[in-house]
């Protein structure tokens, strides 16, 4: 747990400040928070200094040793598979920070020892919002977006008008990941480090689309094998929970693709029908991080904020990812869930009994 610091710098890309305040918002550890978007040298170092992941080179080449008193916090989104991605780095910035370093984890399936949480470093109960007045260095249009979002949701609307007419019609949506890209893939292994079995799994799952799902069985027959095999039980968490949060998802939203009722937005469509007040008749998914199983990230922050109908749906909410008894029992009930959508045909239900069925 931290303690209290007056002042603190997040060096972070432009397009990650919006998630850092939403990280914020509930946080009292920091008096007075100072944005530093463009990474300098000899950067003027507040009490604690949180080092977005994605800077870690440029950190790496700047740090200061006689910099004592000051601590370093490396925040980490994709928890694990950015810890294994810079190793290197991290291992460096170890020997010479010592104990003024500190690693934060977004996800939490990781059996790593010594790393923080969202409740060790952003969360206290009964906080007020965090005030513009405390924040320094925003860029304008993040400070619309984060502090004024009735605003930011009219500009939104006005923007996005002309895309967002052919769904007017829908009901569910989810926002995020689920049809995994070529690239994608060879950067997770490069990266992540994944193994060529898993690869081949996601491959193999990657194959299937709406219009190839005849025999949806296929796919799970697929899963069934990989998931419950031995090589797959030797992965570290942190790659079991990926590949398992991939499939599900996959699975999932070509099932539901099935019905006028839902469309899923891929990261790639630049639509907002989430950053917003309007399309209140939507009912959003909340399918989890596959970085871990908390409840605190950056896609379930949004979705508070701006007050969104919802339904969560992980199969592995509230269970220990590392007790690997806990893991296959609950991987165990994905399969039956899955099984049981297939049977229901999705396809043919009116809304009521579709949104009754998905509910976990």
């Known amino acids: 747990m931290l303690k209290r610091y007056n002042t603190c710098s997040i060096f972070c890309p432009d397009y990650q400040e919006y998630s850092f305040l939403l990280y914020l918002q509930k946080s009292n550890f920091f008096k007075k928070v100072f944005f530093k978007s463009n990474y300098f040298k000899k950067s003027n170092y507040s009490e604690i200094n949180i080092i ?37 780095q991290i291992n460096f910035l170890k020997k010479k920070l010592k104990k003024n370093l500190l690693i934060f984890f977004a996800g939490n399936a990781s059996k790593k020892k010594d790393i923080l949480f969202y409740d060790h470093v952003f969360y206290k109960k009964n906080l ?16 619309i977006r984060f502090f004024y979002p009735w605003v930011f949701s009219i500009i939104l609307f006005v923007k996005d008008f002309t ?21 994608q893939l060879r950067d997770w292994k490069k990266k992540y480090k994944l193994q060529n079995h898993s690869i081949f799994f996601l491959k193999s799952i990657n194959y299937y689309n709406s219009k190839n799902l005849d025999l949806p069985e296929k796919i799970i027959k697929i899963g069934n094998d990989y998931i419950f095999s031995k090589k797959f039980n030797q992965l570290p968490v942190s790659d079991k929970y990926f590949i398992v949060q991939l499939f599900f998802r996959k699975i999932f939203i070509l099932l539901l693709n099935q019905s006028e009722y839902f469309f899923h937005q891929d990261w790639n469509d630049k639509r907002n029908f989430i950053n917003t007040f309007f399309f209140k008749n939507l009912i959003h998914l909340d399918l989890g991080s596959t970085a871990g199983n908390n409840l605190f990230y950056v896609r379930s922050f949004i979705l508070s904020k701006f007050k969104k109908k919802f339904l969560q749906i992980n199969i592995y909410n509230g269970i220990d990812l590392n007790n690997k008894v806990s893991f296959s029992k609950q991987t165990d009930k994905m399969f039956k869930y899955l099984d049981l959508l297939i049977s229901k045909h999705i396809k043919n239900m009116n809304l009521k009994d579709l949104i009754k069925v998905i509910s976990v």
Not at 128 to 143: I, P, Q
């Open 52 to 88: 977005d992941i994605q800077y870690i080179d440029f950190f790496c080449k700047d740090i200061i040793t006689n910099n004592s008193d000051k601590i370093f916090l490396l925040f980490l989104w994709n928890g694990e598979k950015h810890y294994i991605e810079f190793l290197k």
């Open 128 to 143: 007020k919002s965090l005030r513009l007045s405390n924040c320094f260095g925003v860029r304008f249009f993040t400070m």
């Open 163 to 183: 895309k967002i007419f052919n769904v007017h019609n829908k009901k569910i949506c989810f926002v995020g990941l689920a049809n995994i890209q070529p690239n």
